[in-house]
């Protein structure tokens, strides 16, 4: 919260263009880290496959909850319940992962991540644009480093530590820079739609811890706790992109982003709680 804090004043005092460091952490930095987190020890996706089920359970739910609260609301469908199913796993996600579950069971909050991501660059697109092409998934360099952290893993390919050591140096400054990244945005954004953006920063962390909770039962403890973090994450910033790009109503993403970001501050230490003092899972 401190690293967003000082990116949302840095840019409050000074403005400043994100473009180009943002296309750097989405085409080099995340890639590196995914590649690096998935060359580590026990660091096998196939092993986190249930997991990796249940988060898409959750994803798919939310989506199916928000199209039919969009509904009854008079709301715009697609801009009301994509920002719902993508939740920000980057900028927010990684590092309370990382944090609070540690360096041992961080391969298992990278398959969630890879998941997301690939979700998003595929059906999410399809969602704001139902004619864009899902080969674009393959322009990604997220996939490119997933594709190669898989031919590591199943080779049983060992690198060099002079190989490593600078991708794993690189992939580190991925999450700092989400962080910063995402206060920068905050200050950026200009919120018109308070009431709407209120209800799917509501509605976003209840339906996925909700779906989440007995989900969590059947998962060893710490990736129930990485299941339950993750459905109390708020929309990620990339859905205002999306919006913006398709024009899908981004004045509505943005208010459910923001919204949704600062009601964060509340149900992030629930799902904290609840995923590192609950005793579930087996």
Not at 28 to 33: K, R, T, V, Y
Request: charged share 10%; net charge positive.
């Amino acid at each position: 919260m401190i690293l967003i804090f000082i990116g949302w004043a840095y840019a409050r005092h000074r403005p400043v263009d994100m473009t180009a460091a943002n296309r750097l952490n989405i085409e080099l930095l995340s890639p590196l880290l995914v590649f690096s987190a998935m060359t580590g020890k026990n660091a096998a996706l196939g092993q986190f496959w249930l997991l990796i089920v249940f988060a898409t359970l959750v994803i798919l739910g939310s989506g199916l909850i928000a199209y039919w609260v969009a509904g009854r609301l008079g709301l715009h469908k697609i801009a009301f319940s994509a920002p719902q199913m993508f939740t920000n796993t980057g900028n927010m996600g990684l590092p309370l992962w990382l944090f609070a579950f540690g360096e041992a069971h961080f391969p298992a909050a990278i398959a969630i991540f890879i998941l997301t991501n690939l979700l998003h660059f595929t059906l999410g697109i399809r969602l704001f644009d139902r004619s864009a092409p899902l080969i674009t998934v393959f322009k990604t360099p997220m996939v490119w480093a997933l594709i190669a952290g898989l031919l590591v893993q199943y080779t049983l390919l060992e690198l060099p530590l002079w190989l490593l050591k600078p991708i794993k140096m690189l992939g580190d400054i991925a999450i700092p820079l989400m962080l910063f990244s995402l206060g920068v945005r905050m200050a950026q954004f200009k919120v018109t739609r308070w009431h709407a953006g209120l209800i799917g920063g509501l509605l976003c962390p209840i339906a996925g811890l909700a779906l989440a909770w007995p989900l969590a039962h059947f998962l060893p403890s710490a990736q129930a706790g990485i299941l339950l973090l993750f459905g109390a994450l708020p929309p990620a910033v990339l859905n205002y992109l999306f919006a913006e790009q398709y024009e899908q109503d981004p004045e509505l993403v943005a208010a459910l982003v923001v919204a949704g970001t600062l009601l964060a501050l509340l149900f992030i230490p629930l799902a904290l709680w609840l995923g590192l003092n609950t005793s579930i899972g087996y």
